[in-house]
């Protein structure tokens, strides 16, 4: 019985809870830091630093630089099995027990909904106790979870040696923007600090479309056409919103990261204007297949036609996602040839309207030595490289290297980062090429010269075409329509539901 005691109060150490539903809006928790120590520093020196308990009484205003830091780092923790069960509300009767909240689409809409969590009434000084209980028990691994006893507690310290001690998690505000970690962003309005796995995690607390704000100009640039901004708006926002049904960080304690991960997110940074009215005038609007969220992928350039998903990576085909024609001119080539991937890399068209950056994208030179490129795949040397397969866009999607030993590429990003960090796998290697049963074959020697286009994967909306299409005047439902063919906009996904009062936790 005491086990279970010490459990339950453990699990209030560690709220995982982030979704949240009011006024209208979707909050969301986007991870910034997760660390031992975390230091908090207001962009205005001396401005005060606002620091709650959300679930205790305490609360205190710091003046300047805030380091927080686990209060006992040597803290004993134990191991215990983590399992959980749904319930309707995040509301409950017992203050011991502890919800987490998850996403789940339900009746063609978006619902938080929420689980207890609770510990098996065994708990074990080691992983390896823990794994062996739970193999023996047919449990799964993953719902081993190291506890930690003691580091609810955090210890807050100012410039002047104040220091206070609080229980997580905490909420966080203040005037100014604050730098985390001495970090070069600058992030302001509401922030959580909780404690997750011996570390503390500092999440924004912000809604979906302030957000969606903060990620597109770091996607395809601040000073982009208000239409193209808003065709990157509605794929940003379904892309979280499907990464949101997927509950990916749902262990974490936070809802998104901030890195490619999930979406690079960088607050305020490079926010204009433009940006604020691009994600206004498509409010809450994402795609969708059917009555689900449309995988919503979108790339740098495409280099000429989009790729489809199953031949980058090897999925279910999805009719959204297989592949259009981005640059007119290259529906004449036939890019699942190399030779006539050789004829469009070598084509000119027009692109007197596109700046330097776009225009770089779409025609670029690289060269790597043999030996290197031995040595990236672990080989001694290479006698010949074979392209086994090149998809729809010209991406070369599988390759085989011949040499000491058999190297095979099998995927897009493996080919790029074996030649050395290549924009695309839209390439050819320069000088002759040799056909024999279907498979082109090349005797690479000394140093190997490629030509190619594109960046990034080559699958969903580009970016290039889709800024290309708002300078001929181009609409953003036209631009999501070209590159996510069938999709359909809706902008009510959202289950509004309002909080219980009462649930028995059984
Ligand atoms: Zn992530
Ligand atoms: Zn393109």
Same mark, same amino acid.
């Given at each position: 019985?005491?086990?279970?005691?010490?459990?339950?109060?453990?699990?209030?150490?560690?709220?995982?809870?982030?979704?949240?539903?009011?006024?209208?809006?979707?909050?969301?928790?986007?991870?910034?830091?997760?660390?031992?120590?975390?230091?908090? #520093? *207001? %962009?205005?020196? &001396?401005?005060?630093?606002? @620091?709650?308990?959300?679930? !205790?009484?305490? $609360?205190?205003?710091?003046?300047?630089?805030?380091?927080?830091?686990?209060?006992?780092?040597?803290?004993?923790?134990?191991?215990?099995?983590?399992?959980?069960?749904?319930?309707?509300?995040?509301?409950?009767?017992?203050?011991?027990?502890?919800?987490?909240?998850?996403?789940?689409?339900?009746?063609?809409?978006?619902?938080?909904?929420?689980?207890?969590?609770?510990?098996?009434?065994?708990?074990?000084?080691?992983?390896?106790?823990?794994?062996?209980?739970?193999?023996?028990?047919?449990?799964?691994?993953?719902?081993?979870?190291?506890?930690?006893?003691?580091?609810?507690?955090?210890?807050?310290?100012?410039?002047?040696?104040?220091?206070?001690?609080?229980? #997580? *998690? %905490?909420?966080? &505000?203040?005037?100014?923007? @604050?730098?985390?970690?001495? !970090?070069?962003? $600058?992030?302001?309005?509401?922030?959580?600090?909780?404690?997750?796995?011996?570390?503390?995690?500092?999440?924004?607390?912000?809604?979906?479309?302030?957000?969606?704000?903060?990620?597109?100009?770091?996607?395809?640039?601040?000073?982009?056409?208000?239409?193209?901004?808003?065709?990157?708006?509605?794929?940003?926002?379904?892309?979280?919103?499907?990464?949101?049904?997927?509950?990916?960080?749902?262990?974490?304690?936070?809802?998104?990261?901030?890195?490619?991960?999930?979406?690079?997110?960088?607050?305020?940074?490079?926010?204009?204007?433009?940006?604020?009215?691009?994600?206004?005038?498509?409010?809450?609007?994402?795609?969708?297949?059917?009555?689900?969220?449309?995988?919503?992928?979108?790339?740098?350039?495409?280099?000429?036609?989009?790729?489809?998903?199953?031949?980058?990576?090897?999925?279910?085909?999805?009719?959204?996602?297989?592949?259009?024609?981005?640059?007119?001119?290259?529906?004449?080539?036939?890019?699942?040839?190399?030779?006539?991937?050789?004829?469009?890399?070598?084509?000119?068209?027009?692109?007197?309207?596109?700046?330097?950056?776009?225009?770089?994208?779409?025609?670029?030179?690289?060269?790597?030595?043999?030996?290197?490129?031995?040595?990236?795949?672990?080989?001694?040397?290479?006698?010949?490289?074979?392209?086994?397969?090149?998809?729809?866009?010209?991406?070369?999607?599988?390759?085989?290297?011949?040499?000491?030993?058999?190297?095979?590429?099998?995927?897009?990003?493996?080919?790029?980062?074996?030649?050395?960090?290549?924009?695309?796998?839209?390439?050819?290697?320069?000088?002759?090429?040799?056909?024999?049963?279907?498979?082109?074959?090349?005797?690479?020697?000394?140093?190997?010269?490629?030509?190619?286009?594109?960046?990034?994967?080559?699958?969903?909306?580009?970016?290039?075409?889709?800024?290309?299409?708002?300078?001929?005047?181009?609409?953003?439902?036209?631009?999501?329509?070209?590159?996510?063919?069938?999709?359909?906009?809706?902008?009510?996904?959202?289950?509004?539901?309002?909080?219980?009062?009462?649930?028995?936790?059984?």
């Amino acid at each position: 019985m005491r086990g279970l005691c010490i459990a339950l109060l453990v699990i209030m150490a560690i709220s995982l809870s982030a979704a949240e539903y009011q006024n209208g809006q979707l909050y969301l928790e986007i991870n910034l830091a997760a660390e031992k120590q975390i230091q908090l #520093t *207001p %962009l205005i020196p &001396n401005t005060e630093i606002q @620091i709650s308990e959300q679930d !205790g009484l305490f $609360s205190r205003a710091f003046k300047g630089i805030v380091t927080i830091s686990l209060a006992n780092q040597e803290a004993l923790s134990y191991f215990g099995i983590l399992d959980h069960k749904e319930v309707s509300s995040a509301i409950i009767s017992d203050s011991l027990v502890v919800t987490r909240e998850f996403y789940a689409w339900e009746n063609s809409q978006l619902t938080i909904k929420h689980e207890l969590l609770y510990f098996l009434n065994n708990s074990f000084r080691s992983r390896e106790a823990a794994e062996q209980f739970a193999s023996l028990n047919r449990i799964p691994v993953s719902k081993i979870m190291e506890i930690p006893l003691v580091n609810s507690t955090v210890k807050l310290q100012n410039e002047q040696g104040d220091v206070m001690y609080l229980e #997580t *998690p %905490l909420k966080i &505000n203040c005037a100014s923007s @604050i730098k985390v970690n001495g !970090g070069s962003l $600058s992030f302001d309005g509401s922030f959580v600090l909780k404690t997750v796995n011996h570390k503390l995690v500092l999440n924004h607390f912000l809604p979906l479309e302030q957000y969606v704000e903060g990620v597109i100009p770091n996607e395809i640039g601040n000073n982009s056409p208000l239409e193209a901004l808003k065709a990157q708006a509605v794929a940003a926002r379904t892309h979280a919103l499907s990464l949101l049904v997927n509950n990916r960080h749902k262990a974490d304690g936070y809802d998104l990261c901030s890195a490619t991960h999930c979406q690079v997110y960088k607050g305020k940074y490079l926010v204009n204007e433009t940006v604020l009215k691009a994600v206004r005038d498509c409010q809450n609007e994402a795609l969708f297949v059917g009555d689900s969220f449309a995988d919503a992928t979108y790339h740098s350039s495409c280099g000429g036609k989009t790729d489809s998903s199953s031949a980058i990576w090897k999925g279910k085909p999805l009719a959204h996602l297989n592949g259009v024609t981005c640059i007119p001119e290259a529906d004449s080539f036939d890019l699942s040839t190399e030779a006539g991937v050789r004829r469009w890399m070598n084509y000119e068209y027009d692109t007197t309207e596109m700046n330097s950056w776009e225009k770089s994208t779409l025609s670029w030179e690289k060269s790597i030595t043999c030996t290197k490129l031995a040595a990236n795949l672990g080989m001694s040397y290479i006698s010949n490289i074979k392209i086994l397969s090149r998809g729809r866009s010209g991406r070369i999607t599988s390759m085989l290297l011949e040499g000491n030993k058999d190297v095979r590429l099998d995927n897009e990003f493996k080919i790029r980062t074996a030649f050395g960090g290549l924009p695309s796998s839209l390439f050819y290697i320069k000088g002759n090429f040799q056909v024999s049963s279907g498979v082109i074959a090349i005797y690479p020697k000394g140093n190997i010269q490629m030509k190619g286009s594109g960046s990034g994967h080559g699958v969903g909306m580009c970016q290039v075409g889709a800024l290309r299409m708002a300078r001929q005047g181009k609409t953003y439902t036209e631009i999501l329509q070209l590159y996510y063919p069938g999709t359909v906009i809706d902008s009510k996904w959202m289950a509004a539901k309002p909080k219980g009062i009462f649930i028995d936790a059984e």
